[in-house]
């Protein structure tokens, strides 16, 4: 079983719409982190969390520490969000965890 | 204040050749850390330096594989006596303080091919 573990895997959306991508995690952690990864193959960090909730733009990152879970949510989603949204782990031992990432397709 | 920059883009290295990637973290930044991309698979950590120090290698092959964050100069990551295996994506990330208190800045990574 992995250390953490993302939901869904492929997801399909409609522009426009509201989008919500899951990461749960099995270890004590000291900050989780929300990754992009475009078709390029470019990453970019777009949340670092400790707790409680972040926004950026329209963007949207929850984390809950006793129930070692966070979600991403995108909101009014675009054609260019479409990308892999890869959530990540750090522990306080200093070891990176990663999920498998959810491919994103947002359809015009 | 240019990003994380990392070179070569391209790598393409025969079985048995050594690989040298290299990471120039953000004006400012002292922690950098390497990552493995194997492909159709995830990120993988492999190590963790500050400046002159290597603070977490437990993600690094014990064999072939070192790292070094000299004083002047970029990050460098070697592969000695490259096999298939090790063709993937490696991104490096810094952080200007700890990566427990910072967002890490990824680079374009480096995609090493073994032929």
């Known amino acids: 079983k992995n250390e953490v573990e993302q939901s869904p895997q492929n997801l399909t959306a409609q522009e426009g719409e509201f989008i919500t991508i899951n990461c749960s995690y099995s270890?004590?952690?000291?900050?989780l982190h929300w990754l992009q990864q475009h078709p390029g193959g470019g990453i970019v960090s777009l949340f670092m969390l400790s707790s409680g909730k972040k926004k950026h733009g329209r963007l949207i990152a929850t984390i809950n520490i006793q129930e070692k879970h966070s979600s991403l949510h995108i909101t009014a989603s675009h054609p260019r969000d479409s990308a892999v949204y890869i959530c990540?782990?750090?522990?306080?031992?200093?070891?990176?965890?990663f999920g498998t990432g959810t491919s994103l397709t947002v359809i015009p | 204040n240019a990003g994380v920059m990392q070179n070569p883009r391209h790598l393409v290295r025969r079985r048995g050749q050594e690989a040298r990637l290299r990471c120039s973290p953000m004006k400012g930044h002292s922690h950098v850390y390497w990552y493995r991309q194997l492909p159709e698979e995830g990120l993988k950590f492999m190590v963790y330096l500050q400046k002159e120090n290597i603070i977490d290698e437990s993600g690094m092959p014990k064999e072939r594989f070192s790292a070094e964050f000299p004083k002047e100069g970029p990050s460098i990551l070697r592969i000695q006596q490259v096999v298939r295996g090790d063709s993937a994506a490696y991104f490096c990330a810094s952080s200007l303080l700890a990566g427990l208190v910072d967002t890490q800045y990824f680079g374009p990574g480096t995609r090493l091919t073994v032929l």
């Open positions: 990540a782990v750090r522990c306080p031992g200093n070891q990176f965890y």
């Open positions: 270890v004590g952690i000291s900050a």
